[in-house]
């Protein structure tokens, strides 16, 4: 629409956002111009009086080549004029908008594509150059959530030469990626450098250091010592090669969360790592390892591990492979787990394999093991070697089995012979004692409640369905189910077909 001003007329733009939008939902962008006068775009006076003038031609955007282009990130442009009455010399119409509505379009941009996507840096960036008004709340999303990737020398220089011009974006980063190995670069002499240069720097709290494919037995101790005195966020170590645990020491104590992803060493198996103890005042909350089962049981019978009695998640997966061979392995990680959740009344154990099976232990004393039905072969084996292995030294009462069924068309199978090795298992001294409580669930993959179609109609409840197919187990004088008189698992409320046809006569 058209304003008139005395003297200067204004144009509104809205274009509407329908890229990446939610269904149903659309931003607008709000982007004011001011025109040029009547007589340099040959519009006469008449034209500014009728009610449509989208014929007419208006230099909406610059002609300049350098000016701002919006079209990454739009995807229809609609434009509507209005004439508006005419207004007295004294008492001017203003449409600018509110600085909330503007500040709702940025934020839009930012959370469309996610906060650290290049698309929307280069789009905050030209919003920049739209006008004033865009300028303050454009500028602080575009430096709220600094993620800075270094590759090479040359991104270290341009970093630090940023730090010493806006000393103010120390506050603003919040993740720093030192990863040599991308586009086939692998001089990794920089790297003590530059953890020696950053570490003098005040990021903050809030910082995270991701480190991908870095040799660190070629560090500069110096470097590292540096950071043994900061308190981080998070720590990543991605395709890290180790010798000795005096390598990682300074990165496993300086973090409340350490990640560690696919660790190696081709070492001997009499090869001595050192020690890895836990500093002093140890703040470590949350763990996750995702690599292999003996690098995994060599960090978790360490002292670090064992003395991490503030965690309160501990997360490990893997992709679980021969289970008479590598059930050694699997016995030190569940044992140890067990070991620190018993001294830390709040730590939630996860163990998860990549083709499905996942045990989750529950501070309140909840097992819940979940199962693929399609699958549910493979699963059971690695499920009942780890309770024949695995002593609960945990007071963990309630066992809740997870089925999913990842094609809603099937029907879930009641086999008790696939069952029989897991109930054995469940019924030795140690887990007999502990375990007192039972309970199934039924899921699809979504998680939405299986429906009681789905069930074979002989089970009216799913404390039924568990009792069949683990008899031994649920048959034990100190074994109950959860809720013994369950009416709500979603299988009550279906007729018998005697009843169903008691019910069809009725209505004859």
Request: charged share 20%; proline share 7%.
């Amino acid at each position: 629409m058209i304003s008139t001003r005395p003297r200067q007329p204004v144009i509104y733009i809205w274009a509407a956002f329908t890229k990446r939008s939610p269904p149903g939902m659309s931003s607008i962008l709000l982007i004011h111009v001011p025109l040029r006068r009547p007589q340099e775009m040959h519009l006469s006076k008449a034209d500014l009086q009728t009610t449509d003038i989208s014929a007419a031609n208006l230099p909406v955007l610059p002609s300049k080549s350098d000016a701002p282009s919006f079209s990454t990130c739009t995807q229809t442009l609609s434009v509507s004029f209005v004439s508006l009455p005419p207004c007295s010399e004294g008492s001017p119409i203003d449409f600018s908008p509110p600085i909330e509505v503007l500040e709702q379009i940025l934020n839009f941009i930012k959370g469309s594509q996610g906060p650290y996507d290049h698309t929307t840096a280069k789009t905050l960036a030209a919003c920049c150059l739209v006008c004033k008004a865009f300028v303050p709340r454009s500028r602080y999303l575009l430096h709220q959530d600094v993620r800075i990737e270094l590759q090479t020398t040359q991104d270290l220089e341009r970093f630090i030469r940023s730090l010493k011009a806006s000393p103010s974006l120390c506050g603003q980063v919040r993740v720093i990626d030192i990863d040599p190995t991308n586009h086939g670069r692998v001089d990794q002499s920089w790297i003590s450098c530059a953890l020696l240069q950053l570490s003098t720097y005040d990021f903050g709290a809030r910082l995270c250091l991701d480190l991908r494919a870095v040799d660190v037995q070629v560090l500069n101790p110096m470097a590292l010592r540096g950071w043994t005195r900061r308190r981080l966020k998070r720590i990543l170590l991605e395709e890290i090669p180790f010798t000795r645990y005096s390598q990682l020491q300074p990165f496993l104590s300086a973090a409340e969360e350490v990640q560690l992803k696919h660790l190696r060493f081709d070492l001997p198996a009499n090869h001595h790592f050192g020690t890895l103890i836990a500093p002093v005042h140890h703040t470590l909350r949350h763990l996750s390892l995702q690599c292999d089962l003996p690098v995994a049981a060599m960090l978790m019978n360490t002292s670090w591990f064992r003395s991490s009695r503030q965690l309160v998640q501990f997360k490990f997966s893997c992709h679980f492979t021969d289970p008479e061979h590598n059930m050694p392995y699997i016995s030190v990680i569940v044992t140890r787990a067990l070991e620190v959740a018993k001294h830390s009344r709040l730590l939630a154990v996860h163990l998860v394999c990549i083709s499905g099976w996942k045990i989750h232990l529950d501070p309140h004393g909840i097992t819940n093991v979940e199962l693929v039905q399609e699958r549910l072969w493979g699963h059971l084996l690695y499920i009942t070697a780890i309770f024949q292995a695995t002593s609960l030294t945990v007071a963990l009462p309630t066992l809740r089995l997870q089925v999913i069924i990842e094609d809603s068309r099937n029907e879930l199978r009641v086999d008790p012979s696939e069952w029989s090795d897991l109930d054995d298992a469940l019924i030795s001294p140690v887990n007999a004692s502990t375990i007192q409580n039972y309970e199934l669930t039924l899921s699809y993959r979504y998680g939405a409640l299986v429906s009681a179609e789905s069930v074979p109609r002989l089970y009216r409840c799913t404390n039924d369905i568990i009792q069949k197919l683990l008899p031994k187990f649920t048959s034990r004088a100190n074994c109950t189910p959860v809720n013994a008189h369950c009416i709500s698992c979603g299988l009550h409320d279906r007729r018998r077909p005697a009843d169903a046809g008691k019910h069809k006569n009725r209505g004859k």
